[in-house]
């Protein structure tokens, strides 16, 4: 999984999937590792291709604001809007 995310995606990972096993350890119960490993697979597959989830995220923006994001603003901060 590590190595299917974007370099900027990884520590995130990492500490989600941390606490994914603190929780899973102390409650004995590993649906939130599932969870947390099923989140991130799909997180790996939707961005898979930059541009075009740049292209996405970018359109949806503009269509629930009603304003294009500027040019220059990341995907992440981008998406942080939706």
């Known amino acids: 999984m590590h190595e299917a995310l974007h ?3 990884r520590e995130e990972f990492d500490h989600a999937f941390r606490a994914a096993l603190d929780e899973a350890a102390r409650d ?3 649906t939130v590792v599932h969870q947390t490993v099923e989140y991130w697979r799909r997180r ?3 961005t898979r291709d ?3 989830h ?3 995220v970018r359109d949806a923006v503009t269509q629930l604001t ?3 994001p500027p040019d220059d603003e990341p995907t992440d901060v981008s998406e942080r809007r939706l």
């Open 7 to 9: 370099p900027e995606h």
């Open 50 to 52: 930059r541009d075009e």
């Open 54 to 56: 740049r292209r996405v």
């Open 28 to 30: 004995l119960d590993l």
């Open 66 to 68: 009603g304003e294009a």
């Open 44 to 46: 790996a597959w939707i």
